[in-house]
């Protein structure tokens, strides 16, 4: 039998059964939600109770972001409104707009982000209404601007002139028109729009996590947002996907695959893109983006990189495929977005926009049943120590 020390380090403390202390909180249920529900044994991801393939199908983004925050299909009448609302808040003060335009040179793009949603937040003019509809308009302002302020802080660095959202299109496909300057091929504009229904939600992840906790103090919604955006800056949850292409370009070509693969696991080192916390087998969104992935190869007819993909997927399922290890929603998505000319810095700032809905509509569902999250630390220190006045300690 261990005793309490050891079983703290080994990360789990039970007493009479229950537990009490379990490392990263995993498998603890911090909340009743009714947004999405996740089978990470089956691999199977539902967002208001319709599973992720149905929605990448037939939905946009503006339809699923409507469905997580409002818990159901919007009417044509609902989403034509919805949409609007969306377009006509995409702007964002110029006073944002120039801090986004004239920083310091290189900064991280999530630090970009990070400010500039919370200067958004000051010139809101719904900042100060606490009621149900001036908390949507806010939310709902928040999701819109991201998008122009990712493709604003590209041109700008790039020294290309700025484009203004076009109220024409779409949420995803204006996001390509802003940061490319034209108007994008409507199926690749489609193949983005799918990539964000599949990044726009997933139950409590560290991100959408840290957005809860921040709101459940009653703080503010933007609050909440910046929250979530400092915590998936972090590689182990955002920016996987970047590095799976710098791991790529490592690798070079498929046949050097295997022995990369099999060497990073001696050396206990981690292969981006695969393994997760709750998908113990395939990340459903793993399998729809890797379809695009493939397709958008064909279409260039550029297949190094998805040839490397499907290597690397296959030797690790070999290798650790029996530890739950498999790709995650991040190893196929960077082929993708690279296609899509999106730049690699950008490609979490990219997740931010897409999952900005997901925090959002957790913080809303919380806050109405809220409790202020407080868990407790199981003290490992010594149980008594004298205080040594300065002049006798060595
Ligand atoms: C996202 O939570 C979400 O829903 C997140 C997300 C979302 O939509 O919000 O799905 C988005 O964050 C996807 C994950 C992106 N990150 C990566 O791809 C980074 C690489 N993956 C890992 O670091 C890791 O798999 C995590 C962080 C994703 C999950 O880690 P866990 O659940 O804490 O797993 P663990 O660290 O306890 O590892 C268990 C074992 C260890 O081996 P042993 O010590 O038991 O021998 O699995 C091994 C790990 O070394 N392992 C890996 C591995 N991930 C875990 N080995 C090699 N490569 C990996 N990627």
Redesign the pocket.
Known sequence: MHSNKEMVKMGVLETGGVIQYSK?L?GVIAALSSISA?DGAQGKLIYRGIPIEMLAKYSTYEETAYLLLYGELPTKNALDEFTVLMRELRHIPPKVEMCITELPPNPHPMDILKVAVAHSGLYDPDQYRCCREGVMRKVIRIIAQIPTMIAYYHRARTGQEIVPPNPELGHAANFLYMLHGKEPDEEEARIFDIAMIL?A????????FAAMVTASTLSDINSAIVSAIGT?KG???????E??LKMLDEIGTPDRAEEYVLN??KE????????????KTY?P?ARILKEYAEYLSKKYNDTKWIEMGEKIEEI?IRE?GK???FP????YSGIVYQFLGIPRDLFTPV?TMA?SV?WAAHVCEYTQNNRIFRPRAYYTGPDYVEYVPIEQRR
């Open positions: 990263g995993e996740i990044h939600e997933h139950g409590l992840n560290a991100s959408t998936l590689p182990l949850h955002g920016g996987a996907n590095r799976v990073a696991l206990k080192r981690r292969i981006m893109g695969f393994g997760h916390r709750v998908y990340d969104r690790m650790v530890k739950g290890i995650n929603v991040d190893f997740f999952r997901g």
